[in-house]
């Protein structure tokens, strides 16, 4: 069992930047997979980025390449991400999840899931 607190969200200027970050409970926090997703109003959630359970393999969405990383700390059982050039069309509430398998940009693959964090790029 995994629990996932997402927190780092806030309004922003287009063109700034936020961190998320998402901290989770448990010792085994190494093992999974994770990944963040977004949902802005009236879309359905949508895959932002993921990351290996080592860290060394990731994979962002198209529209946020280049932009945003994902990167984790296994020690502090805490996985981020960091948007740069933030725009208005990023407006979403983001939430992260654990995967007990792979890291994929298939929402269904993931078992754990926050609460969420909200992210408004005003322009």
């Known amino acids: 069992q995994v629990q996932l607190v997402e927190s780092g969200g806030g309004l922003v200027q287009a063109g700034g930047s936020l961190r998320l970050s998402c901290a989770a409970s448990g010792r085994t926090f190494s093992s999974y997979a994770m990944g963040w997703f977004r949902q802005a109003p009236g879309k359905e959630r949508e895959f932002v980025a993921a990351?290996?359970?080592?860290?060394?393999?990731?994979a962002l969405a198209d529209s946020v390449k280049g932009r945003f990383t994902i990167s984790r700390d296994n020690a502090k059982n805490t996985v981020y991400l960091q948007m740069m050039s933030l725009k208005p069309e990023d407006t979403a509430v983001y939430y992260c999840a654990a995967s007990n398998t792979v890291a994929t940009i298939l929402r269904s693959k993931y078992d754990y899931w926050g609460q969420g964090t909200q992210v408004t790029v005003s322009s």
């Open positions: 990351i290996s359970w080592s860290g060394g393999g990731t």
